[in-house]
């Protein structure tokens, strides 16, 4: 065996606490070790080629680094062996700078530890094993949860490359929260004239398929071989038959209030969210629906001229495999209900963000008209109150939620056009219009659009002489502010949608204290998860505006694509295994795998002469935490890279 | 007004004194204003609560406890169950007159509820309940408000609801054990009423502004 | 039901009629209330606002009294001293620095066992509306009420844990079971002032009169308190409001107790309806809601 040492001078990095020459000679008298050097930056070219040179030239087969963490470089060495004609797993990397020089200030101190911790990476790597890396297919089709705009924009994205994508979204029709916008901020262009095109070409797309009113069930498997089970909810209407024709909600008699319209309108019992619904197909609220709850009725079955009513149709589980999952849920609009001093929200005339969005819709439920709900009057004063529920650990959110600023102005904005007597107040506490052409929007909304900004939180809403008395503070002027309110609309913060929890666990996927899903890495992996093949989209990350959705639809259908384009999948070797004749069948590291991927095997035990359960790891599955040889009570499982004789040869040269 | 800050002023005793001893994170206060949104005296007072948290944050201690406000606040509590970074305003404001109290720092606009306080507690020091009597007695003439309430007093006897005598408890020696300890281990200055030279000026500020009244009426 | 009856400085002077009422009440409902002997003042706003360490002494020494007599449970009807007691509770179950001061000040040990309740409480929650219903012999029909809660009694909710913070509705509970009309009204919790009664009039008599004015604007006829600070403000300062802002109001200031008294039957008198400032006889004889005699 002939190990080569290389310590890195990261620049000053570890240089300027650690004596590099110091370690590289003591490394040299270190056993099996047949050559050392040092550079100033080993994982430049130069660097490398110092190692290649060496390895050559000193016929060596095993090398340590001495450098930086194993997360950054590596990769980078292993490429570089391998070029050198090594095994690429007969490295290891001692981490002297995050470990040592940049923790310390004592230089003797840190070389001496320097020295150690290149001691500890020789002796490891002198029981390293070659190891070589597995392969597996990948199914080359695309799952998107969600049909917002963001997963609409990934199924575009997918479908423009010719790989096959499944939309599967929980309402009736695709189009998410955007479909209900009136305007978008800051070009005012409308919503629907920028959307309904996009989800006509999904729906047109050879490449696409929807599934809408279906849930995800079940997601089983791993990157490139995800298995999932889809639920298709009973419709009630034949999808295949229907021609979207609007008979049957012509002439439903039941009437109740619109979800899409945020209750501001009515919907029929048969109804399509909106007339641009994709697809443009009806759906029974069978909880509403006279012939369901009375067995009465049945108008809508007897007028369809295309037989496409079906009261009997049940439920459907599907089936499907897919190679990628891009998560594009969306967000939820926080619950302003518990906050007390707003009147627990039963003001009839205190809306949220959205309502306004429905109401000063053309189309909307008051043919764009901005009334006050209780009594359907004009309205005069207006208050816009930002940061509710967002920015208040008390009763709400500690963060931001990015674009409540952006559209309270665009409210602001609008109210003015709608109604040229109209006067905007809006409570804020801090204005966050980054991103371009933001700030100009909301200069354009206080100078020409004559919006009133006040800066403070209010205190207190409630109701006299059919005004709202809304009592604030504008903290500039120092003053309290009492304004007679028409309307009062609230910039209701985004939240996770409700279930995000259970979908994250039945993804594998992290997400964080506000149930928010975690990205890989915040700066450097945003769209991805830690779970391979598994990739981030819009507001179900963290609150985005539209511009910020779109992007990162993008960019997870770049991720996913890439995925698409493999002929095979390499995979890691450095996974678990099982000795199975020492393995007790305990399974404590069935429990402890977070990943699934250890299950129950049989053998035949040949002393015993009987059958007896043992613990057998997926390898496909497998990610290589550790978990399980850290349960293992017999040390019946090893993880590659990190056998439990690597590990020992480590502890016993300290 | 012109605040020059450095270090010293921002990491002052002050603050750091005022988190520790009540508790509560100065620092936490982004601003917002809803404290002061909602206080019902806010519109006597000299600075906001919201003005008096900033000014604490940025270590100005002189002007904080000679402010006007931290006497006003009426302790109604409103800003402490609203502050959205759940910080007891009304528990700092507490702290405040405290300090002012030990220091000595008592804006002479604002004698009358340090006054009164003083009073009251002295009053419970030596009858062990409310002698209502004796505290409006001694609130008037200290404060120079000789004649105040002086019509309601009759029907209040009438309808039996004050009382000439003060009320009588048995162990009144143990309820002045517990003003004196509470006294020596919360390290608070109880001898004096107020400082005789604030007393004075208001009581002359009060008699100026009654004959200027009278003159110019 | 037994209870150590903590009445404070204001129930034996300027609200007696609470403290009359209140046991009338209490006694016609078979509820004992056994006034916890020499008890002393809670230390009320002055004591927090001077000596913090004070204003935890005072209402424990109380509490160790009442432990004393073998009770554990000390009803109080001011808004102020429940305040302060259960404070001082909060602090001797949860804090240790301030619970061993304390200690050391009052002579004893004490974790805060005493429980604390507000007579409205023990009324509504413990005696129970359903058998308040069947009790009441004299309905107060077509009495329109505000109930008024002021700071104390909700503030803050989790030392108190009394009722609902922003939207208390206790008191508008207990007014329907007397066939009173509670009119919803924003000033529930509103500042009267409190007790700046004598050293600060003038912004008692702006938030009070606010408080009157919303009151007789959403049609109420009598304010319902259970607070002896809100009524002293609300009652005595009605002639100074007059004076001030040209506003007659004219609306009784009626604790809770003694509309409870009178829809059990009990005489006027008993409940100490006369010693009010604004006279409520002419409404309540109005009303037809006084007991014939």
Redesign the interface.
């Known amino acids: 065996m002939k190990i080569g040492v290389f310590v890195c001078h990261c620049g000053t990095n570890i240089a300027g606490t650690v004596d590099v020459e110091r370690v590289s000679q003591a490394a040299s008298k270190f056993p099996k070790v047949k050559h050392s050097a040092s550079y100033k930056y080993m994982c430049s070219n130069p660097g490398q080629n110092l190692v290649k040179d060496a390895i050559k030239k000193h016929k060596l087969d095993r090398i340590v680094i001495a450098s930086c963490s194993p997360s950054l470089h590596e990769k980078t060495f292993r490429k570089c062996v391998e070029a050198a004609g090594i095994n690429p797993y007969l490295i290891e990397m001692a981490n002297i700078r995050e470990h040592c020089s940049w923790v310390h200030k004592d230089r003797e101190k840190a070389t001496q530890k320097a020295i150690e911790l290149t001691r500890l990476a020789v002796s490891k790597v002198s029981r390293n094993k070659p190891l070589e890396k597995t392969y597996t297919t990948i199914e080359k089709k695309v799952l998107i949860i969600g049909g917002g705009i963001s997963g609409i924009q990934a199924a575009i994205d997918i479908a423009f490359a010719n790989y096959p994508a499944v939309i599967v979204e929980r309402e009736p029709s695709i189009g998410g929260r955007m479909a209900r916008f009136d305007k978008t901020f800051p070009t005012l262009d409308c919503a629907a004239c920028i959307l309904t095109p996009k989800m006509v070409t999904v729906s047109q797309s050879e490449h696409v398929t929807m599934h809408t009113y279906s849930e995800i069930e079940e997601v089983s498997g791993f990157v490139g071989n995800f298995t999932v089970k889809i639920r298709k909810k009973a419709r009630s209407v034949d999808i295949n038959k229907c021609t979207g024709c609007g008979a049957c909600y012509n002439k439903c008699p039941v009437k109740v209030p619109s979800e899409f319209d945020m209750g501001l309108g009515k919907r029929k019992a048969i109804y399509t969210p909106f007339p641009q619904a994709v697809p443009n197909v009806p759906v029974i609220d069978r909880e509403n629906c006279l012939y369901f709850k009375t067995k009465k009725c049945g108008i809508c079955k007897k007028i369809c001229t295309v037989g496409a009513i079906d009261y009997d149709m049940k439920d459907e589980v599907i089936e499907e495999k897919f190679g990628a999952i891009i998560v594009a849920t969306g967000f939820n609009q926080f619950d302003h209900s518990v906050y007390g001093e707003y009147g627990y929200g039963k003001h009839k005339d205190m809306i949220t963000g959205l309502h306004f969005e429905r109401m000063v819709n053309s189309s909307g439920p008051t043919g764009g008209k901005i009334i006050r709900p209780s009594d359907g009057k004009e309205v005069r004063d207006v208050v816009f109150i930002q940061c509710v529920g967002s920015r208040d650990e008390q009763k709400g959110l500690p963060y931001c939620s990015r674009l409540c600023c952006m559209y309270t102005a665009k409210h602001a904005l609008l109210l003015r056009e709608h109604n040229k007597d109209s006067q905007a107040y809006v409570f804020y506490i801090d204005i966050r219009a980054a991103g371009k052409n933001y700030e100009e929007f909301v200069k354009k909304v206080q100078d020409e659009y004559g919006a009133i900004y006040l800066r403070g939180r209010v205190s207190r809403i409630f109701e006299k002489g059919g005004k709202l008395i809304v009592r604030g503070a504008d903290t500039l002027s120092g003053a309290q502010i009492e304004i007679k309110a028409d309307l009062v609309v609230l910039a209701t913060g985004l939240v996770a949608q409700k279930d995000a929890p259970s979908l994250a666990q039945m993804l594998h996927i992290p997400y964080d204290k506000n149930n928010l899903f975690t990205e890989a890495h915040p700066k450097l992996a945003p769209v991805e998860t830690i779970t391979s093949g598994i990739f981030l989209t819009g507001a179900c990350q963290s609150p985005k505006d539209i511009p910020d959705t779109v992007a990162t639809a993008s960019a997870a259908s770049v991720k996913a694509l890439g995925l698409m384009v493999q002929d095979k999948l390499a995979r890691e070797p450095l996974i678990a295994s099982v000795n199975q004749d020492l393995c007790s069948g305990c399974l404590a590291c069935l429990k402890a795998c977070p990943f699934s991927a250890i299950e129950e095997d049989e053998i035949e035990d040949r002393k015993l002469r009987r059958k007896r359960t043992v613990a057998k790891v997926r390898e496909a599955v497998c990610t290589g935490c550790g978990n399980c040889t850290a349960v293992c009570r017999m040390a019946a499982i090893d993880l590659e890279g990190f056998t439990n004789t690597q590990i020992m040869e480590e502890v016993e040269t300290l | 007004m012109k605040w020059f800050i450095s270090h010293n002023t921002i990491r002052s005793s002050f603050q750091l004194t005022l988190e520790k001893e009540c508790g509560e994170k100065v620092s936490h206060c982004y601003q917002c204003g809803k404290c002061s949104a909602g206080c019902p005296i806010a519109f006597q007072m000299d600075y906001l609560p919201n003005q008096i948290i900033r000014m604490t944050q940025l270590g100005m201690e002189q002007q904080v406890l000679s402010s006007r406000t931290i006497w006003l606040c009426a302790s109604c509590l409103t800003c402490t169950v609203r502050c959205p970074r759940e910080i007891d305003i009304a528990e700092i404001m507490d702290y405040l007159r405290r300090q002012a109290y030990k220091k000595g720092i008592i804006p002479v606009e604002e004698t009358e509820i340090p006054l009164f306080n003083k009073i009251f507690l002295r009053n419970i020091e030596l009858f062990g309940r409310l002698y209502e009597m004796g505290l409006i007695g001694m609130f008037n003439m200290l404060s120079g408000e000789f004649f105040k309430d002086v019509f309601l007093a009759p029907k209040m006897f009438l309808k039996q609801k004050i009382s000439i005598f003060p009320p009588r408890v048995k162990n009144i020696k143990e309820t002045r054990a517990i003003f004196k300890r509470s006294g020596k281990l919360g390290k608070a200055h109880r001898d004096k009423l107020l400082n005789p030279r604030l007393l004075f000026l208001n009581l002359s500020r009060k008699i100026i502004g009654k004959i200027a009244k009278r003159d110019n009426s | 039901m037994k209870y150590a009856y903590f009445p404070g400085?204001?129930l034996?002077?300027?609200?007696?009629e609470y403290d009359l009422s209140t046991k009338e009440v209490a006694r016609a409902l078979g509820i004992e209330l056994i006034e916890i002997p020499?008890?002393?003042?809670c230390?009320?706003?002055?004591?927090?606002?001077?000596?913090?360490?004070?204003s935890l002494?005072?209402p424990v020494?109380n509490l160790l009294k009442a432990k004393e007599m073998d009770s554990f449970e000390v009803v109080t009807c001011c808004a102020a001293c429940f305040s302060r007691l259960k404070i001082a509770n909060h602090f001797m179950q949860n804090d240790n620095k301030h619970r061993k001061?304390v200690e050391?000040?009052?002579g004893e040990p004490y974790k805060g066992e005493v429980k604390v309740r507000h007579f409205l409480d023990v009324l509504i929650n413990v005696f129970g509306l359903k058998n308040l219903t069947e009790r009441v012999t004299n309905k107060l029909s077509g009495l329109k009420v505000a109930c008024y809660y002021g700071?104390?009694l909700t503030?803050?909710?989790e030392i108190t844990q009394l009722d609902?913070?922003?939207?208390p509705h206790l008191m508008d509970d207990l007014m329907k079971v007397l066939d009173a009309e509670p009119v919803k009204w924003?000033y529930k919790?509103?500042?009267c002032?409190?007790?700046?009664s004598?050293?600060?009039?003038d912004?008692v008599l702006?938030?009070s009169g606010d408080i009157l004015q919303?009151a007789h604007?959403e049609g109420a006829q009598a304010i319902v308190v259970a607070c002896p600070l809100c009524q002293s403000n609300l009652d005595?300062r009605q002639a100074a409001i007059k004076k001030k802002y040209k506003k007659d109001f004219n609306i009784p200031i009626l604790y809770f107790t003694q509309l409870v008294g009178l829809s059990l039957g009990i005489e006027p008198k008993k409940l100490g309806l006369?010693?009010h400032?604004v006279n409520p006889l002419p409404l309540l004889k109005e009303r037809k809601v006084l007991v014939d005699k």
């Open positions: 400085c204001s034996h002077s300027t609200a007696k020499d008890w002393i003042c230390g009320a706003t002055p004591a927090h606002i001077t000596m913090h360490l004070l002494a005072l020494k001061n050391e000040i009052v700071c104390l503030r803050p909710p609902d913070l922003e939207e924003p919790t509103e500042c002032g409190a007790s700046f004598l050293t600060k009039t912004i702006k938030l919303m604007d005595l006369d010693k400032i």
